[in-house]
């Protein structure tokens, strides 16, 4: 039950941050900052990627750790 919770948890909080870097994203290009526009935009696939499980939460000297 308490895992189920966490994972709960998590996933609210990697939706909450997905959003933001979309808004941050649009802002910058409104404001015509297009290599801020990119980074925030990379920085939003790479939530998408973990949201869908397709890449780890955590990387160590290159190496990806497992979840728990």
Do not use: F
């Amino acid at each position: 039950m308490r895992q189920l919770a966490e994972k709960a948890r998590r996933t609210d909080n990697l939706d909450y941050i997905q959003s933001m870097l979309g808004q941050l994203r649009q802002m910058a290009e409104v404001e015509r900052c297009d290599m801020l526009a990119y980074l925030v935009e990379m920085a939003y696939v790479e939530a998408s990627d973990i949201i869908r499980g397709a890449r780890p939460t955590r990387v160590k000297q290159g190496y990806p750790l497992q979840d728990k």
